[in-house]
């Protein structure tokens, strides 16, 4: 089960602020660039990101029915600075793995103490923004 909404509205409003500005330089953190979709107001969502083979994974730590996750998903994609590039991803595909596979084993690790199971998945394009 991922972690609780409140704790998800108590980040937006408190750790966020903290993380924001970090986010897209750190090693495992970046920033997702998204667009609302009803409203087109475009957002910033800091997430823990790790590359894989074709692109990147993102740990769903709210779960898969997080807004920006619904955004990311209707758009077929998002932008994604970390480690100080900027780069375009799409194709994004929900995984559910119990085993924590497409991350590092330590972060693998934490992710199974906080019950993280759900990833996004997506491609990185070949036209970088």
């Known amino acids: 089960m991922p972690a609780p909404r409140w704790l998800a509205r108590f980040n937006r409003y408190a750790t966020n602020r903290i993380l924001g500005p970090l986010a897209p330089r750190l090693p495992g953190f970046g920033m997702v660039i ?57 194709r994004p595909r929900l995984i559910h793995d119990e085993r924590r596979r497409l991350v590092p084993a330590p972060v693998a690790v934490i992710l199974g103490i906080l019950h993280v199971s759900d990833f996004l998945e997506l491609d990185l394009d070949d036209a970088r923004s």
């Open 34 to 90: 998204h667009t609302g979709r009803r409203s087109g107001h475009v957002y910033r969502t800091p997430v823990n990101v790790f590359r894989t083979r074709g692109g990147y994974v993102i740990a769903l730590t709210y779960g898969p029915n997080s807004e920006w996750v619904r955004n990311v998903r209707a758009s077929g994609g998002c932008t994604l600075v970390t480690r100080g590039k900027t780069l375009r991803l799409s």
